[in-house]
């Protein structure tokens, strides 16, 4: 299945029912009375966490959703049933943003997580429920609402612990086969990887125990990547949920610290669409790759060299190898703290009737519901 991060939804909640006028007429009930029922609400539109997704694929083949209306109320107090709701399910990480892009209405960070896209119309009422003490014949009803429609972008930000950033060809797909079960493609060409991938990386901590966090791999990063070059930095959204950036860079390359200074680069000409803390001021980490090229000599020299420059935490591995990469994860298991992600309090309701900015007025049934 083809990888989508970003994609327009268009969602129709349900209209309700119409109410019911109705008269009872039966041979041992002279004067008869009124018994329309109420109509049945039309369904909503949610949208739940999925932790089994990884891709918005299905929503931008099929962007169009709609519930099931409410059925019409009928004679003797038969209340219609409500419509069909509709569940879209999403991958975690997924941002519901406004039509336009300019405001992030909810985030689906947990499995099971809903928020509720489109509230489906009341149902109407029937004459039964006009019925009082002194209207002992109403004739009246009322007409069932709308069901909402709405237009959301859907931005997908994959939830990784570490995110490998650097050059293409530095060997970050293959490291990340070899620390993790993803097998992500690898080739010796560059932009072998044209879309994120996850692994999870299990390693011990001090006493003995497993840790287990989550290893996100992005599309490499050419000079000028903030302009279009190579693949931009379309994917590099995918970095901000990421707690530490592993840079990884090809040692037996021509300039390995030059390589690192351009991705540095361009990672601070990179704007979020959601501001907060620039990549540059995330946690970084820095990996040479390849060391199974160069003598013992040269990458001590090398990752002096680094250290010094950098003044960044420095590993020499070759994920060819395997070499340094069990010390690699480790370090990331140790050094990285269980933080969970803050995914809210329960339900989010995106709907106009849950929305207090917006002017609705919303009838009381409550004494016919």
């Known amino acids: 299945m083809r990888f989508f991060d970003e994609t327009k939804i268009w969602v129709a909640a349900g209209n309700g029912g119409s109410g019911c006028v109705s008269f009872r007429r039966a041979a041992n009930l002279p004067r008869g009375g009124p018994d329309g029922g109420n109509g049945g609400n039309g369904g ?30 009928s004679s003797a107090g038969k209340r219609g049933r409500d419509g069909a709701a509709v569940t879209l399910t999403l991958p975690l990480g997924t941002e519901i943003w406004d039509e336009t892009g300019a405001h992030c209405l909810a985030d689906l960070l947990r499995h ?3 928020a509720r896209l489109a509230a489906g119309g009341r149902g109407g009422r029937g004459n039964l429920s006009y019925k009082s003490s002194v209207r002992r014949a ?8 709308e069901g909402e429609r709405r237009c959301y972008l859907l931005r997908l930000r994959l939830i990784g612990d570490v995110g490998l950033v650097g050059q293409p060809n530095a060997g970050k797909s293959s490291l990340l086969a070899r620390m993790s079960a993803a097998r992500p493609r690898v080739a010796a060409y560059p932009f ?18 497993p840790r287990h966090f989550v290893m996100a791999d992005v599309p490499g990063l050419l000079e000028g990547a903030s302009g279009g070059v190579g693949l931009g ?12 950036l592993l840079h990884v860079v090809d040692a037996s390359g021509e300039d390995p610290l030059a390589d690192f200074a351009v991705v540095r680069g361009e990672l601070g000409l990179w704007r979020g669409d959601r501001g907060g803390e620039s990549l540059l001021e995330r946690s970084a980490w820095l990996a040479l790759n390849k060391c199974d090229l160069l003598g013992e000599g040269r990458v001590a020299e090398l990752a002096g060299e680094a250290r010094r420059v950098t003044g960044l935490p420095v590993f020499c591995v070759s994920a060819k190898t395997g070499e340094g990469c069990d010390g690699l994860g480790v370090a990331l298991a140790a050094d990285l703290p ?7 309090a329960g339900d989010i309701d995106l709907s106009l009737s849950g929305n207090s900015d ?12």
């Open 233 to 244: 930095l379309q994917f590099l959204r995918h970095l901000d949920r990421c707690r530490l």
């Open 358 to 369: 917006a002017f609705t007025v919303t009838p009381d049934n409550s004494q016919w519901d």
């Open 138 to 145: 109403p004739r009246d009803s009322s007409p069932p609402q």
């Open 338 to 344: 269980e933080e969970e992600l803050d995914a809210g």
């Open 112 to 114: 099971g997580q809903r």
């Open 44 to 73: 909503d539109v949610w949208g739940v966490g999925d932790a089994a997704l990884s891709t918005l694929a299905d929503f931008r083949h099929r962007p169009h959703w709609k519930a099931g209306r409410g059925a019409h109320g």
């Open 192 to 209: 072998t990887t044209t879309r994120p991938h996850l692994g999870v990386v299990e390693a011990p901590l001090a006493d003995g125990t």
